[in-house]
């Protein structure tokens, strides 16, 4: 059939049998842009849709499935001859006076539907709208009071250095001063969550001359390699990131100064509003998801100083010494703890041999001002 000339299709049935259907234009694809703003036009010109015959007017099954061509197309209801509504093909007659147009993939039709019948779509399509401008306003938001942030941070990134510089000495000094103990430390923390744990061989089945031995009821619990074993807890260390591999605060402060450049570039005492309206959605995006990352890393990054600080403790010194001193313990060191000159100060004793770990005074520097909006 020619395109364009009103026809019957037998694919929508009638509502009833006395009823007049009324010609429509048949759309096997989706109608053209051209076609969809003349229709829209016309809708609104002349307030009665329900005489434009390209569009389906007879009645449309509530489970029809369409696909929305435009919402919200509002017609003014003082240009309605009866003053009355436009009649819903979905639903009832005077029905809506705002609704829209859309098309009917299955029944190959284009209609214009009141929000009564087009409302899920339309409010689920709003509630996209609402939520990317929510983000982009609260992006922005966030944008317009952090960049002027951005040159304050750098300021105290740079002040961090030798704070920095100096936690990384102490640290390393004890990795490279006492490796056997900043290696069983380390494997305390990760097998034992910082417990200081020593286990006791109860009984050793390797060890024994006789295969006939039946123990006693209350060891069968041994394991299956025939090793009986009791742990002893002495207590948790502080400062566990003093026994982590590689612990960092250097590297930590350059990488939150990079990213700080990366947003910002060299632009950041420029107006922040001009910034961002020079941005594009994407650039906004990944700057905010940046800036709150840079948040996060600081917090931690004093967090990671503290407990590094909190490893030359007199109690840490006291746990430590029960720990290497302890029976069971294959590595042994007393450990002593003072405070004079030089601060606080972990030394480990064996024979002749003194090894002392100073902590430095970066750690009276941790309580820096990182600037916030207020
Ligand atoms: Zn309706």
Not at 323 to 329: A, I, K, Q, V
Request: aromatic share 10%.
């Amino acid at each position: 059939m020619a395109n364009g000339k009103p026809a019957v299709s037998s694919t929508v049935k009638r509502k009833s049998s006395d009823q007049q259907q009324l010609p429509w234009r048949p759309f096997k694809d989706r109608p053209s842009g051209i076609w969809i703003d003349e229709t829209v036009a016309r809708i609104k010109e002349t307030a009665q849709p329900e005489l434009i015959d390209s569009l389906f007017r007879n009645h449309i099954p509530k489970d029809a499935k369409f696909r929305v061509l435009k919402h919200l197309i509002t017609v003014d209801g003082r240009k309605r001859p009866e003053g009355d509504n436009c009649p819903c093909p979905m639903c009832t007659p005077n029905r809506f006076l705002t609704g829209s147009l859309v098309w009917f993939y299955e029944l190959q039709c284009c209609a214009f539907i009141g929000n009564c019948c087009a409302n899920d779509d339309v409010l689920a399509e709003a509630e996209k709208e609402r939520k990317w401008r929510d983000r982009r306003d609260s992006e922005e938001g966030y944008l317009l009071d952090a960049l002027p942030l951005v040159a304050p941070r750098l300021n105290v990134l740079e002040s961090l250095k030798s704070v920095a510089a100096e936690a990384v000495r102490a640290y390393r000094k004890f990795r490279n001063t006492i490796p056997e103990v900043h290696e069983l430390l380390r494997q305390m923390k990760h097998h034992h969550g910082g417990q200081l744990t020593l286990t006791e061989i109860i009984r050793d089945e390797s060890q024994e001359q006789d295969d006939d031995y039946f123990g006693p009821a209350g060891f069968k619990g041994r394991g299956k390699d025939g090793v009986e074993s009791r742990d002893h807890v002495l207590g948790t260390f502080s400062g566990q990131i003093a026994v982590q591999k590689d612990y960092n605060p250097t590297k930590e402060l350059e990488d939150m100064h990079r990213m700080l450049l990366s947003v910002a570039s060299d632009s950041y005492s420029q107006d922040a509003l001009n910034f961002i309206v020079g941005m594009s959605e994407n650039q906004r995006h990944a700057a905010v998801v940046i800036l709150r990352d840079v948040e996060e890393r600081i917090v931690k990054f004093k967090a990671r100083l503290q407990d590094l600080a909190s490893f030359y403790t007199a109690e840490n010194a006291q746990t430590l010494h029960e720990f290497f001193t302890h029976d069971l313990n294959r590595l042994y060191f007393r450990v002593e703890f003072s405070n004079g000159r030089d601060g606080p100060t972990l030394k480990f004793k064996r024979g002749a041999s003194i090894y002392t770990l100073i902590r430095g005074t970066w750690a009276n520097k941790l309580e820096f001002d990182w600037p916030r909006a207020e």
